[in-house]
Each structure stands twice: as structure tokens, then as C-alpha cells.
């Protein structure tokens, strides 16, 4: 039986800017089930993004509920707001947010630091987190000795740390040229397959084709929910393209 990880009823936020209130969002209600793999689209100013810093407990609603794993978040204090960031939800960036004196390894130990957890137990878990992305040979590296492509894998393994029930992915592939966005989609559809539940901001449809689900918005407003019966598979791309390059 499907369980809904994320429901929103009704969600608002607005903004006061040069003493006119800006409607972000609409009074939006969604379900994002766990294990689901869902991108928002749409284009600049449609509410996306102040969608995803909802559902990110970066901020807060103007009005609504938001419900994460069965819990109400959208009324909670910032401190309990920062708890369920650490704990819960890991985020990935367009432009990686690490760094730059600071090695592959010690990157993704810090939700640990923060976290208060020791020092061997960091590096251990952290270790194990940049296998996991195929990065075990570059964990003392430095961001600037590394890829586009290598430094997101090192984003995701830092938003894996904490065994997030949640990855969000903001334009993840942005910065990213054609082969390497396919690289970087076939380790979150591998993760999603893994049980992982991804929801991503991206305006390339050509990215929004690797999701189970794409939901638009314009306004402020959902207006388009639609599953995805047969995503493109990144991996299968790879694999051809790696043979026409044979």
C-alpha cells in the first residue's frame, strides 16, 4: 500500500515587497508518496521554488498544512524547523554548495559535525557515502580537483549522510553539461529504485522525462499532474551513447 510521505492542503505564501503582497503560492495541495520520484516544473516566477523551500522546512507557510512522514511541520519553530532538515531531508544544489578548502570527505561529514556525531564515526560513514556515489578514489580531494560531475556526487553523497527519508534536488543538473546531467539522473534514479523518495526543480523537460511523475506550476498554481508511465532510463542512455562513441 502506498504511503503518502509528503501532503500539503491548501499551502500558501505570500510576500511583502515595496508594500505590495506578492502571491508566491496559491493554496496548493498535493501528495507525494514515499518512494516516488517527482519533478516540479515551471517557468521563473511560477512558485516552484518557493514550493520546494516549503517542502525543504526552509521556510514558512503564509497559510496551510504540510505534513512530512505523518508529521505537521508547517506550524513548527525554526529550531524544530532545522532538526527536521538535518534529520529528514537531503538537498542537492545547482551549484554543489561545498567548500572550497575543504576535501571531498570533510564535505560530507558536515551534517555530521553539526550533528555532534564523532569524529571516526564521520569519517567512516562518510567514507562509505562516497563509494557509494563511486567516489572512493577521490574523498581527499579538493572541489576544485574535481569534475562538475564529480563534485554533485559528492553533494548527493553529503545529502545521504544522514539517511534523509527525502532527497530534494534544486536544477541539479544546471551547471551541467548533456553527458554529465545523464551521469548525475542515473545516480538518483538509482537511488529512487533503492527506495529513496526524489522530488526535483528542474525547467529542462529533457530532465523532467527521467521522473515518474512531473507536476507544472504557473501562478502559484498546480496546473498539470501527470505520471510518467515509462521514464527515460539515464543509464541506458549512457550506455549508448558510450557505444556510438565505440
Given at each position: 500500500m502506498e504511503q503518502p510521505l509528503i501532503v500539503t492542503r491548501e499551502l500558501s505564501k505570500d510576500y511583502l515587497l515595496d508594500g505590495y503582497v506578492v502571491h508566491a503560492?496559491?493554496?496548493?495541495?498535493?501528495?507525494i508518496n514515499a518512494g516516488e520520484f517527482v519533478a516540479i516544473m515551471g517557468p521563473?516566477?511560477?512558485?516552484?521554488?518557493?514550493?520546494?523551500n516549503l517542502l525543504g522546512c526552509l521556510d514558512?507557510?503564509?497559510?496551510?498544512?504540510?505534513?512530512?512522514?505523518?508529521?505537521?511541520?508547517?506550524?513548527l519553530s525554526g529550531d524544530a524547523l532545522a532538526a527536521i532538515r538535518n534529520r529528514r531531508i537531503g538537498f542537492v544544489f545547482q551549484n554543489f554548495n561545498l567548500l572550497p578548502r575543504t576535501s571531498a570527505l570533510e564535505n560530507v561529514e558536515l551534517p555530521l559535525l553539526?550533528?555532534?556525531c564523532a569524529a571516526p564515526e564521520r569519517r567512516s560513514r562518510a567514507a562509505e557515502r562516497l563509494a557509494a556515489v563511486g567516489l572512493a578514489e577521490r574523498v581527499?580531494?579538493?572541489?576544485?580537483q574535481l569534475s562538475g560531475g564529480q563534485q554533485q556526487r559528492v553533494a548527493i553523497a553529503r545529502a545521504l549522510i544522514n539517511h534523509?527519508?527525502?532527497?530534494?534536488?534544486?536544477?541539479?543538473?544546471g551547471a551541467l553539461?548533456?553527458?554529465?546531467?545523464?551521469?548525475?539522473?542515473?545516480?538518483?534514479?538509482?537511488?529512487n529504485r533503492d527506495g529513496m523518495t526524489v522530488v526535483l526543480v528542474t525547467h529542462e523537460r529533457d530532465i523532467?522525462?527521467?521522473?515518474?511523475?512531473?507536476?507544472?506550476?504557473?501562478?502559484?498554481?498546480?496546473?498539470?499532474?501527470?505520471?510518467?508511465?515509462?521514464?527515460a532510463d539515464a543509464q541506458a542512455l549512457l550506455a549508448q551513447a558510450e557505444e556510438q562513441a565505440a
Open positions: 503560492l496559491r493554496g496548493v495541495s498535493l501528495t521563473s516566477g511560477s512558485g516552484k521554488s518557493t514550493f520546494m514558512s507557510p503564509s497559510g496551510g498544512d504540510y505534513f512530512l512522514a505523518g508529521e505537521k511541520v508547517s506550524q553539526y550533528g555532534g581527499h580531494h579538493l572541489p576544485s534523509p527519508v527525502l532527497i530534494l534536488a534544486d536544477e541539479p543538473t553539461d548533456t553527458r554529465t546531467s545523464a551521469e548525475v539522473m542515473a545516480l538518483l534514479q538509482r537511488l523532467a522525462a527521467f521522473a515518474s511523475r512531473v507536476i507544472s506550476f504557473r501562478d502559484g498554481k498546480v496546473v498539470d499532474d501527470q505520471r510518467n508511465a515509462r521514464p
